[in-house]
């Protein structure tokens, strides 16, 4: 199951996906930047889990390092892609739980369900 590359989630059924999303967890994409001259990238993370409670700023730490440090360096995305990737994961990143539910209930369906879809 692809939910497995979510390390933290990696053994969970999908009811229990379900269960922690129900309680406020959910699944956060954040975004990163790299420059080298004139050539800047800017890039997303792989799917995290944040569970309920949890800052979901704080998570976005390696990433938002990353590109403070090194997301500067292009001219002229450089400068454009930076402060876009730092303001969106201190704010939170990208909340991608309703693709990651709809997986998981794609998943959790019979094959017969999946067919008529």
Known sequence: MALDLIKPTAGMTPQEIEFEISRGARFVVYQWAVSVLIM?????????????GENAAMKSLPWTL?????????????FI???QVIYKNLNGGADVTSYVLAAVRQTNASPAQQ???
């Open 40 to 52: 800047s990238f800017k890039r997303n993370s792989p799917v995290v889990y944040v569970k309920a």
């Open 66 to 78: 990353l590109s403070f440090f090194v997301g500067w360096w292009g001219i002229p995305w450089g």
């Open 81 to 83: 892609y930076t402060p």
């Open 115 to 117: 067919f008529a879809r």
